[in-house]
Structure formats: structure tokens, C-alpha cells
């Protein structure tokens, strides 16, 4: 673990927030154990280990029923570590995995048999080296058969120069924590303004309106800078947003959240019964248990 890595909250508090029946946590991770799924050798991170069985204990203890598990950089392409924990899920977790160039349509079938529903594209410099997007774009072409979505993350001063590249996938494409906005400049500036006409000029674009630890500026525990952005997006495509607790928070400096503190953020951002049951348990089940819908 980096000496400067901040373990996941031992202890969170129970939310005083009751989800609705069925919610999904539609933005988690794990990370090894490393002594079984060894971390990548070229990631930016090493994390402490975060496991499955850890995970499913904090979706049961903040009443969530499911969770989308996304593929942590630390594990590059190497999906073990998501995929044990998919099928060890009991059909209570879909996935959302990083392939390469070079990956297989068996394995790419045999993913899907596990519960696997998208892939990531990680556009943050800091965290990830640079893919081509014409590699990304044939990646994108061969999931579409799948019916998996791509999932991207970036930051918000990137987003003009990534438009044309967003617009033309063939698949629904969900964005990453709004586009991490700055929460400093207005909610109704150009930079977020540039995001909202994203979602409205697009609509297979889908909005995570998640981490909002990690977009504010005034902090724990309300995080209160972050709520007029979120709230906007729930409130203008309420079919369209996912949220999620990011555990165990990979990367994050400052402080570790209470996770429980972060489920009683969300009636803040969806006010009313009908957008939480949209935001928690709809949009997820739609995307990733169609089936089921």
C-alpha cells in the first residue's frame, strides 16, 4: 500500500436515509486481496486491499441490494479480481471491466456470462497512460453486439476536446461523477453548461452523480458545494443518472468518507421518492438486470 494511502471508513455509521426496496450501489470496486489477484505491474497506485466479501457487507449494512462493481486501474486488464466477484454475487452484482486491443470475443463472452455489462475508458492523465481512440472505438464496436455500454471518465477542462469521440460510440455511454466538475465555478457556467447540452443533445448519455467527496471544496459532511450540480443533472434526466459510494474511494486525499454519511447526501440531490427510486433502483436495473425488467 502507498504510505500515503487512505484506507476505506472501518467503522461507517448506519444511514438515517432509508434507500428504496431494490437499490442498487451502482459505482463500487475491490481491489485484490493482492495475495490472490496481484495488482497490475504498470498501475499508478497500490491500494490496500479491499475485498468482496467487504463489499457485500457494506451494500447490506447501508440497505442496498446490488452493486455494480467497475474495474480498478490498480488491475489494468486483468479482470480477475471483478469477475470472482460477480459470480460470487449470488446474481447481485453486474460488472463493468477494462479490456485491451487484444481481448478475445470468448473472453469477452465468458465476461458476460459472469455478469459483466460495460467497459471503462479511464481519459484521467494522472491515473492511466494514453490508449488511441481508435483502439477505444474498436473496442466499443465489438461490446455493442453484447448490449454493453462504455463507461468513460474524465475531467471536465477535457471534455471539448473528447466530444466528437463521446458522440460517435455506438453504445450508451455513462459518464464518471458528472465529468468532475468544479464545483468552484458556477452550476450555470459554460464549463458545466458544456456538460449539461452533452446529456440533453445525446441521449444515450447517461450521468453518474456520484463523489461528491471528491468534487467539493467546503467538505464532510454535508459537501454542499456539490449538491447544485448533482441535483441539476437528477432533476433535468431523471431516467438517465446512476449513483454510487466509490468504495473504498480509491486515490482520494484530504479525507475518507463516512460511507454511511454519503447515502444520507442523496435525498439532497433527488428530492423526492420518484427520483430516488429512479436514481437507485430503475435506471441501474435497467441497464444492468434488463432482463429482469
Keep these: 500500500m502507498d504510505p500515503d494511502w487512505l484506507p476505506f471508513h472501518p467503522h461507517p455509521s448506519k444511514p438515517a436515509f432509508k434507500v428504496p426496496p431494490g437499490a442498487v450501489d ?3 470496486h475491490v481491489f485484490g486481496p493482492e495475495a490472490q489477484f496481484p495488482f497490475a505491474p504498470e498501475r499508478k497506485y497500490t491500494p490496500c486491499d479491499a475485498s468482496k466479501d467487504q463489499l457485500f457487507v457494506l451494500r447490506d449494512h447501508l440497505g442496498f441490494s446490488r452493486n455494480v462493481v467497475v474495474q480498478a486501474t490498480c488491475h489494468g486488464t ?4 471483478l469477475v470472482d466477484a460477480l459470480v460470487h454475487s449470488q446474481g ?12 478475445t470475443d470468448v473472453e469477452l463472452r465468458a465476461m458476460h456470462a459472469a455478469g459483466v455489462r460495460g467497459v471503462r475508458f479511464n481519459f484521467v492523465k494522472r491515473l492511466v497512460d494514453f490508449t488511441p481512440r481508435e483502439v477505444l472505438a474498436e473496442i466499443a464496436g465489438r461490446i455493442a453486439p453484447l448490449g454493453w455500454h462504455v463507461v468513460v471518465y474524465f475531467e ?8 466528437d469521440f463521446f458522440t460517435s460510440l455506438p453504445t450508451d455511454v455513462v459518464v464518471d461523477h458528472m465529468g468532475r466538475p468544479d464545483v468552484a465555478k458556477p452550476v450555470d457556467g459554460p464549463e458545466f453548461g458544456l456538460f449539461m447540452k452533452l446529456l440533453r443533445e445525446h441521449p444515450n448519455v447517461w450521468s453518474k452523480v456520484s463523489c461528491p467527496e471528491r468534487l467539493s471544496k467546503s467538505g464532510p459532511p454535508s459537501y454542499d458545494d456539490v449538491v447544485p450540480f448533482a441535483k441539476r443533472i437528477v432533476e433535468a434526466f431523471p431516467d438517465r443518472v446512476l449513483w454510487g459510494t466509490d468504495w473504498p474511494h480509491p486515490n482520494l486525499k484530504g479525507h475518507m468518507p463516512d460511507d454511511g454519511k454519503l447515502v444520507d447526501y442523496l435525498p439532497r440531490i433527488a428530492v423526492t421518492p420518484e427520483l430516488q427510486r429512479k436514481l437507485l433502483v430503475d435506471n441501474p436495473m435497467r441497464l444492468y438486470w434488463p432482463e429482469e425488467n
Design 92 to 103: 447481485r452484482a453486474r460488472g463493468v471491466a477494462s479490456v485491451g486491443r487484444d481481448v
Design 26 to 28: 451502482a459505482h463500487c
Design 156 to 163: 471536465a477542462q477535457d471534455l471539448p476536446e473528447l466530444w
Design 78 to 81: 486483468d479482470n480477475r479480481a
